[in-house]
Each structure stands twice: as C-alpha cells, then as structure tokens.
C-alpha cells in the first residue's frame, strides 16, 4: 500500500506496474487520475496551488486508504496527491485499487476519490484572469461521498 504527497508528478504506467509486479493475485485493477483543468464554463483558470500542513494531509490520506481497505477485499493501493503550484493539463492526484475482482476495485477507487476530495485537508488556490481565489467545498463532491455512510450500530 502507498499513500504519498508530493510536489512532483508521476507516472500512472510505473505506478500500476510497481503495484502488480509478481503479483497473481489480482484481477482487477482500476485507477483514477484527476488532471488541473483550464476551466469550468467560462471561468478559465491559469493555475491551481494546493497548499496543506504535511503531517494532517498524509495521516488523512492514510487513514481514508485504511478504510477502503476495510471494506473492500484489496491486494493492493497507491494514492498519491500532489501540492504545489499546478498548470492546466498537469496530474494531481492519482488513485488505483488492485483487486481479485472488478467490483472492489471500482468501489474503492470511487470510494477513495470521494473521500479525497472531501476529507483531504488541501487548501485550493486558483488563479485566474481576473484574479485568485481560494475554492470552497462543492455540494456535489459532499452528495458523492454522503453515499459510502454506514448507518451507526444504533440505526441498524
């Protein structure tokens, strides 16, 4: 399991490959890249920072990849997110899940992108023409994660 932040990019083939190499066990791997776009309708945006506190981010990271091991029968993840200041066009995070079945590792792959983008402690700068902002939470990332809750033990 690799749970990493960093400001570098990566490389999604070697990632996979570190992954599964001798591997037989696995079936299954699926993988999540999320990339800086240039824009959401009109707004075009020159460049994304991502700032965080280094110890909160990677306890967070590490403890949402825990869990998606919890639920799901994994043999393998790599959940890698990047800081700094990005470019549109450039990787930010990436997710794979490896499993014996296609299920569990589309499930977690979801599972832990949801999460990231909900839980992961990362501040969002964007820069735009018209000035920079820092960007709030999005409903719609809180309704895709709202959908993994697990009833308490006392709502059963």
């Known amino acids: 399991?690799?749970?990493?932040?960093?400001?570098?990019?990566?490389?999604?083939?070697?990632?996979?490959?570190?992954?599964?190499?001798?591997?037989?066990?696995?079936?299954?791997?699926?993988?999540?890249?999320?990339?800086?776009?240039?824009?959401?309708?009109?707004?075009?945006?020159?460049?994304?920072?991502?700032?965080?506190?280094?110890?909160?981010?990677?306890?967070?990271?590490?403890?949402?990849?825990?869990e998606a091991r919890q639920r799901w029968p994994l043999q393998g993840v790599s959940v890698i997110h990047r800081f700094g200041r990005l470019v549109p066009g450039e990787t930010i995070v990436l997710v794979v899940a490896a499993s014996a079945h296609r299920q569990a590792a589309f499930e977690a792959a979801a599972y832990l992108m949801d999460y990231l983008k909900t839980r992961a402690p990362f501040w969002k700068r964007e820069e735009r023409s018209d000035g920079a902002s820092w960007v709030a939470a999005r409903e719609a990332d809180e309704a895709a994660a709202a959908r993994w809750a697990r009833p308490e033990p006392d709502d059963a």
């Not at 066990?25 to 009109?42: P, Y």
């Not at 909160?56 to 990849?65: K, P």
Request: glycine share 10%; net charge negative; aromatic share 4%.
């Open 1 to 66: 399991m690799t749970v990493r932040l960093q400001r570098e990019d990566f490389d999604v083939a070697a990632e996979i490959a570190a992954l599964t190499a001798g591997r037989t066990d696995i079936g299954a791997v699926v993988t999540f890249t999320g990339i800086c776009r240039a824009g959401e309708g009109d707004a075009r945006i020159g460049a994304m920072t991502l700032d965080h506190y280094p110890a909160m981010a990677q306890a967070e990271l590490e403890r949402i990849e825990a």
